[in-house]
């Protein structure tokens, strides 16, 4: 991939700034982040959700995403695992659960924009941001491809567009940021018909979850999952099966992304002081690689350009040439028809001449007698 001058720039800015300052990658923190007091978040309840795909459906619209090869009708793709990718910002997958239950049970898989975001504590360019709606958003400008916050991600989120080979992006949902600033409501909250997705501040959905604990003990599984899972998240989750068995992981412990990598990245600080030294190399490497390119292009192009007009000056002299003795040899031809008509010509005007007429023996005759 080539280096633009302002991505270069970009990625120096962010060298230096960390080189002088110290600072671990905007998010590698050991400071414990309880997250934005008004922040948004929706609230998912598996025991409501029937597997419409009618948030599918709405997620692609919102966000103009390219229409689906399976139409969104057919109910069929829920048995297999999906999983987000570039053209898919969420998926509903059915799991069936031998419990008691009279059929599959549905989850809707996002990103579940954590409150600490491990694809903003791995990203160095700040691409990947916490705002304060509670949205994970993406800066594209920023983003350099080298695909970190993918490796970060524990629930797999982030996509890459592999199939895009000039400009591409980190796909993920972002909570239909844009329409929350409009004062309108995530496209898949407002499309759901059994009310499966309840969007609204965060502290609030956990007092609804509580509170449909209270009043349907037998329904649901007292645990609000994302509360403090990785030290929280924006989407929670309720069910009335075990997490596990909808395929929620549940071995990702309470502590923030950002307490695994600030050890990491304070225990090398060489490698900090390193980043402009090592960024420039990259840079100059990829120039003289990128003046090597040209320079070969542009002689194969010369070697091209000389070889078609050899070619096409050898094509040139050939069909002359070959036009010339196809003049000669049609002019000789022309010349030796002539002659040969003309012989003809000369050939039966002497015959005429020697052969008298039948009256003219007559007369020849009349005058013997």
């Not at 297999?80 to 898919?88: L, M, Q, S, V, Y």
């Not at 409009?182 to 609804?208: Q, Y």
């Not at 003795?325 to 003809?344: I, M, P």
Request: with cysteine; hydrophobic share 35%.
């Amino acid at each position: 991939m080539s280096i633009t001058r302002r991505k270069f720039l970009g990625w120096m800015s962010v060298a230096g700034a960390t080189a002088v300052t110290g600072n671990k990658a905007d998010a590698a923190t050991n400071k414990e982040f309880p997250g934005y007091p008004e922040s948004k978040g929706v609230l998912f309840d598996a025991t409501r959700c029937i597997g419409c795909r009618r948030c599918e459906e709405a997620c692609n619209k919102v966000n103009e995403l390219p229409p689906p090869e399976i139409p969104f009708k057919e109910l069929s793709v829920l048995d297999e695992k999906r999983r987000t990718d570039a053209a898919h910002f969420t998926v509903v997958n059915s799991y069936d659960v031998p419990s008691g239950n009279t059929g599959p049970v549905f989850r809707k898989i996002q990103c579940n924009h954590c409150l600490e975001p491990a694809c903003a504590s791995a990203c160095f360019v700040k691409a990947f941001k916490k705002t304060e709606t509670g949205a994970v958003v993406y800066d594209a400008s920023l983003c350099v491809g080298c695909r970190y916050c993918m490796i970060a991600c524990p629930f797999e989120i982030p996509a890459y567009e592999y199939d895009e080979p000039l400009t591409p992006r980190v796909r993920k949902c972002t909570m239909c940021a844009p329409r929350v600033a409009d004062g309108l409501l995530p496209g898949c909250v407002e499309s759901c018909p059994t009310e499966a997705l309840t969007f609204g501040k965060r502290n609030d959905l956990l007092k609804i979850a509580r509170k449909r604990f209270r009043n349907h003990p037998d329904r649901y599984i007292d645990h609000i999952y994302g509360e403090r899972e990785m030290g929280g998240t924006s989407w929670l989750y309720i069910s009335g099966v075990p997490f596990s068995r909808i395929g929620l992981r549940e071995d990702l412990g309470t502590k923030p992304a950002p307490e695994f990598t600030a050890g990491a990245l304070g225990a090398v600080p060489m490698v900090v002081g390193l980043w402009p030294v090592l960024l420039t190399g990259i840079y100059a490497i990829n120039k003289r690689k990128e003046k090597i390119a040209a320079k070969e292009q542009a002689d194969a192009v010369a070697a091209a350009v000389e070889e078609a007009n050899n070619t096409a000056a050898n094509i040139l002299s050939a069909t002359m040439e070959k036009a010339e003795k196809e003049k000669t040899s049609a002019v000789d031809k022309a010349v030796k028809k002539a002659l040969e008509k003309a012989k003809e010509a000369r050939e039966e005007e002497a015959v005429e001449q020697e052969e008298p007429t039948e009256e003219s023996e007559k007369d020849d005759t009349q005058e013997d007698a």
